[in-house]
């Protein structure tokens, strides 16, 4: 399959137009227009109260239950901060948790999804990044897509993340930050990609980071936005959306659950980095399409 998006190929870093559409399917009333053309322009949109205050506290308790049960430690999904043994995500939650399992199953997230994507839809990948109080350490800036593309495989830019709040995403305690605009160019990274780069690339990403000319044009362009809200509000955004968060040094956890569905017209192909693919709770090979419940 020709490489449209070629990345850490041993190439001068480059940035280059995006060639797939934001959109990929007519309005079918899920979203307003105003929200259609938001997500278009800017590659995110925020998505307040996507879920109740009582139902995001249900997932929170159910998260943290997970995240403190001891047969999870030393389990595969379960990723460590880099400098502690502290819980830094919690991937596949879609499959360890009836609530995750059930939220994207139901409306208006799943038809939202669909419509945005232009077709059904199969989860990629799902998470928990715990973030914890002063021990969370930051994801440095990157976008999914040029990971997914390179190690994964996904072909096309047809994927879309949505970031729900599990806990308040606040100023001050590492909120995720987005680059406006950003997705409409793909940012080709320097370097070759180690095999196995996931055991360290999940706790601190080294590879598929953009140079920090690239990061100046992007924001130069777009500025940075760090869209807050409390538990229960999200933010969806496209796969190639350059985002990134800081560290928390707050007493205050910013846990929130990402959650990826791809259409199932882009299901994965071989990596693209010639690398062996991802284990499947990082980069599901489970095409079946997401049945509404
Ligand atoms: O490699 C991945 O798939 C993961 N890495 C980051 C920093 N964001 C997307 C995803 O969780
Ligand atoms: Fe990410």
Redesign the pocket.
């Known amino acids: 399959m020709q490489d449209l998006y070629p990345s850490r190929v041993g190439a001068e870093p480059a940035l280059a137009p995006r060639r797939d559409p934001v959109l990929h399917g007519p309005s079918r009333g899920s979203l307003g227009e105003e929200q259609r053309r938001k997500l278009e322009h800017d590659g995110y949109l925020c998505l307040p109260e996507l879920l109740a205050p009582a139902e995001s506290d249900v997932l929170l308790a159910e998260l943290d239950a997970l995240r403190r049960a001891p047969e999870m430690r030393g389990r595969p999904e379960v990723v460590l901060e880099p400098d502690s043994e502290a819980i830094r ?1 919690v ?1 596949d939650v879609h499959r360890l948790s009836r609530t995750v399992e059930r939220m994207v199953q139901s409306d208006p997230l799943l038809s939202i999804v669909q419509e945005l994507l232009g077709s059904d839809v199969y989860i990629h ?1 799902s ?1 928990v ?1 715990f973030k914890p109080g002063f021990e969370g350490k930051e ?2 800036w ?1 976008s ?1 897509f040029e ?2 593309h390179v ?2 495989g996904m072909p096309r830019m047809r994927a879309l ?1 949505v970031s729900l709040n599990l806990t308040a995403n606040t100023p001050v305690n590492g909120p995720l930050m987005v680059i406006p605009g950003s997705h409409q160019h793909y940012v080709s990274c320097p370097g070759r990609t180690p095999s196995d780069h ?1 055991q360290q ?2 706790r601190r ?1 080294e590879y ?1 980071v953009p140079t920090r000319e690239q990061l100046a044009l992007l924001v130069e362009r777009g500025g940075i936005a760090a869209p807050t809200g409390p538990a229960g509000s999200a933010v969806l955004f496209d796969c190639n959306l350059m985002h990134g968060s800081a560290g928390n040094i707050t007493p205050w956890p910013r846990s929130n659950v ?1 959650v ?1 569905f791809n259409s199932v017209d882009n299901t994965l192909a071989e990596p693209f980095a010639g690398i062996a693919p ?1 284990p499947s709770y ?2 599901s090979r489970d095409f079946r399409r997401v049945v509404r419940a």
């Open positions: 995500s991937f990948q998470r990044n994801f440095y990157h999914d990971t997914w190690e994964d993340s996931y690339s999940l990403q598929g990402f990826v991802r990082i980069a």
